[in-house]
């Protein structure tokens, strides 16, 4: 199994801040990789594709790049609707597997 | 515009079965992989397997041996069968669409959730 680590657990950030998170995958892969964001009590919701291709209806603001084994998701400027949970998922290979998921809490 | 709803009990009993249903709208079920993913309470996701509409399947090896993912093309549904549950089975019961072809296997649309509580 691909194993997904992201990081930081947990990130404190205001509003307007430029925001990354890292997942970092246990071994080398393709670009088939996505981000989604989770609101509590919500199903999550897509944010990237392709590790980098940004789903319709995403703002721009949000933005992902990375190869091989390390991916980034980073937000440009911090809007008070993007306090939430960010997952990345690697499709590569199977069982397709997720990271254990970033908190983007208000400072 | 494709939408997901879960359906099934909320309370299962430890060692029985874990049933539930996916109902697909706006989208013919006959295209996509079509997925369960769960998630415990407090906790990340995992995915747990696929089914494509030829009954093709795939699962995750984790929980491979208790696992059964099905389709009824006539009904646009899907559905899981998770037998001999404990209460590490508790959580979200999620089903999402995925891509087909290799490359596209991300997940969207999502399903709004279902909370399966094991417990006797």
């Known amino acids: 199994d691909i194993q997904m680590t992201q990081s930081p657990s947990t990130l404190s950030a205001s509003v307007g801040d430029r925001v990354t998170i890292t997942c970092r995958a246990s071994?080398?892969?393709?670009?088939?990789l996505a981000w989604y964001q989770q609101k509590p009590g919500k199903a999550p919701n897509l944010l990237i594709y392709?590790?980098?291709s940004l789903q319709s209806g995403v703002p721009s603001r949000f933005s992902g790049s990375g190869s091989g084994t390390e991916f980034t998701l980073t937000i440009s400027s911090l809007q008070p609707d993007d306090f939430a949970t960010y997952y990345c998922?690697?499709?590569?290979?199977?069982?397709?597997?997720f990271g254990q998921g970033t908190k983007v809490e208000i400072k | 515009q494709v939408q997901m709803q879960e359906s099934g009990p909320g309370l299962v009993r430890p060692s029985e079965t874990l049933s539930l249903t996916c109902t697909v709208s706006?989208?013919?079920?006959?295209?996509?992989?079509w997925s369960w993913i769960r998630q415990p309470p407090g906790k990340g996701l995992e995915w747990i397997g696929y089914?494509?509409?030829?009954?093709?399947?795939n699962y995750n090896p984790s929980l491979k041996s208790r696992v059964t993912i099905s389709v009824d093309t006539s009904k646009n549904q899907f559905s899981l069968k998770l037998t001999s549950v404990t209460a590490a089975d508790t959580g979200v019961y999620y089903c999402?669409?995925?891509?087909?072809?290799?490359?596209?296997?991300?997940?969207?649309?999502w399903g709004q959730g279902t909370l399966v509580t094991v417990s006797s």
């Open positions: 089914i494509y509409y030829t009954g093709s399947t």
């Open positions: 998922q690697q499709y590569n290979s199977y069982p397709w597997t």
């Open positions: 999402a669409r995925a891509g087909s072809v290799p490359g596209y296997y991300w997940f969207d649309p």
């Open positions: 071994q080398s892969m393709s670009s088939w």
């Open positions: 392709k590790a980098s």
């Open positions: 706006g989208d013919s079920i006959s295209s996509y992989y």
